[in-house]
């Protein structure tokens, strides 16, 4: 038999609240599929199985709050039977308070799609806060974007924003705490990259073009396969290596606060292709709508902070990844080539890395490398 | 397409990209990526959603013209009176 526990959501995520289940007993799952979705500080994740099965029995019900790693479902093997394995206790759960004899205990009330704006809905995610049980105030009992609000406010364990600064807290703490840093910075031109995306980009419209942060991530991915030490974690003691390229891709979220979900296996994917995965990836951070495995994968942390025009980037490590690369703002600067002056393109990067797990001359041959990488730009 | 629809249409992309922007309170004449805190993936959303709506596919050699809300605005009008 297979216990199913509710699997990482992150280093600065440690428990969830299962909002349903997408699978049910005696229902056949396959490895990667959705089994159940599951709010945190971040996000509403879908929760992916690791393993083929059959569902014997589901362990906690929607609205139970577990730590990550407590077991919530039973899965057979190939070849097991309900009769064969002895079944798991179900997590216990403190004990409901009996009704009064007597009373009826009303049945939940019929689900009915709840009059509500598309602005409070969506402010409604934004905040956590379940319009289906709120009472609106609108026109014909519509809920409200005031509504919503007002809910938030009363509801403040539910405040998503306050949770995610707790998270972000936890998490950076620790890694300034355990990680002893080491920075290295190096200007990075980009004159040759600059000038193939742009003529790559003429021709197209909007939603065929390339940004060229996506030039970077694969540049540090590709690098990546060359300097495997800083793509893992640091667990137990140890430096363990990833078992793929997944880059944590740093998103600012409108209200507040970051998210850095997994872009996976991006040495291995062409450009337009790692486009379209980076676009769906932002859009699904920002409505807070993301897969465990994007929570849990990230070997190395990216954060393109030059899109706000800072000049250069030193991140925190986010615990237990060993290295983040920061990329300034690209922007024509002043560049000696060859003995002569010349404009050209260029950005500020930074190494923040893990002195346990590297060394500082490693992490400059990487950098070195990034930047080779970078000056051909149509072998990305 | 008159100014008002144009600009109607406009504000709803953006608002597409950015549900926190008000019309009211958006100044015109400001640098717009920093009005409305747009980061690149946001700037080509929003130039993709005016593609889908309007039709105009702004190239990016054209993006400098595109500095304010008001330059936007103008520039849009411009391409879809010439066709």
């Given at each position: ?9 992150g ?6 609240t ?8 005696g ?27 059959t ?26 039977t309900s ?9 216990a ?19 009915s ?28 009992g519509?809920?409200?974007l005031?509504?919503?609000?007002a809910?938030?406010?009363?509801a ?16 950076m ?8 840093h ?34 970077l ?21 140890a430096?363990?290596a ?5 880059l ?5 979220l ?29 859009q ?7 897969r ?6 990230a ?5 393109q ?19 983040l690369?920061?990329?300034g ?9 060859e ?11 930074s ?13 400059a ?16 | ?7 109607r ?47 105009v596919n ?24 010439a066709?």
């Amino acid at each position: 038999m297979i216990e199913f526990k509710l699997p990482s959501l992150g280093a600065d995520m440690d428990e969830g609240t299962l909002l349903e289940w997408r699978i049910a007993p005696g229902e056949a799952v396959r490895r990667g599929q959705v089994v159940a979705v599951v709010d945190t500080a971040k996000a509403a994740v879908d929760v992916e199985c690791w393993q083929d099965g059959t569902v014997l029995d589901l362990l906690i019900q929607p609205g139970d709050k577990v730590p990550v790693g407590t077991p919530i479902a039973a899965l057979l093997e190939a070849g097991e039977t309900s009769e064969t394995v002895q079944r798991p206790a179900r997590v216990a759960k403190p004990a409901q308070p009996a009704p009064a004899p007597g009373t009826t205990t009303s049945a939940a009330p019929p689900a009915s799609r709840a009059r509500i704006s598309p602005a409070a809905r969506k402010r409604a995610a934004e905040l956590g806060v379940d319009a289906g049980t709120l009472s609106g105030t609108g026109p014909q009992g519509a809920v409200s974007l005031a509504d919503v609000e007002a809910a938030a406010k009363s509801a403040a364990p539910l405040d998503r924003q306050a949770a995610m600064r707790q998270a972000i807290a936890a998490a950076m703490s620790r890694s300034k705490r355990e990680i002893p840093h080491y920075y290295l910075g190096e200007t990075i031109p980009l004159g040759a990259a600059m000038a193939w995306l742009s003529a790559h980009n003429a021709g197209l419209p909007p939603e065929q073009r390339l940004l060229p942060g996506v030039l970077l991530l694969k540049a540090v991915a590709l690098a990546l396969r060359d300097y495997p030490q800083l793509n893992g974690y640091w667990q137990d003691g140890a430096f363990r290596a990833a078992p793929g390229i997944h880059l944590g891709v740093a998103v600012a979220l409108r209200q507040g606060g970051l998210i850095a979900p997994a872009l996976h296996d991006v040495a291995d994917k062409p450009l337009e292709q790692l486009m379209a995965e980076l676009g769906d990836l932002v859009q699904r951070a920002r409505s807070y709508s993301l897969r465990s495995s994007e929570l849990s994968d990230a070997s190395l942390t990216v954060t393109q902070l030059g899109d706000q025009g800072v000049d250069s980037v030193f991140g925190v490590i986010y615990p237990p990844q060993v290295a983040l690369v920061g990329v300034g703002r690209i922007a024509e600067r002043p560049w000696v080539e060859e003995g002569r002056l010349c404009v050209m393109p260029s950005a500020q990067f930074s190494l923040a890395a893990d002195h346990r797990a590297s060394d500082g001359h490693y992490g400059a041959r990487f950098l070195g490398e990034v930047r080779r990488l970078l000056q051909t730009p149509d072998r990305l | 397409m008159d100014d008002a629809q144009i600009r109607r249409e406009v504000l709803e992309a953006l608002q597409g990209i950015a549900p926190e922007v008000e019309a009211e309170t958006l100044r015109g004449d400001r640098p717009l990526r920093d009005e409305v805190d747009l980061d690149s993936m946001d700037w080509l959303r929003f130039l993709a959603a005016l593609h889908q709506r309007l039709g105009v596919n702004i190239p990016e050699a054209d993006y400098q013209q595109l500095t304010s809300l008001d330059a936007l605005l103008a520039y849009v009008g411009r391409r879809l009176a010439a066709g």
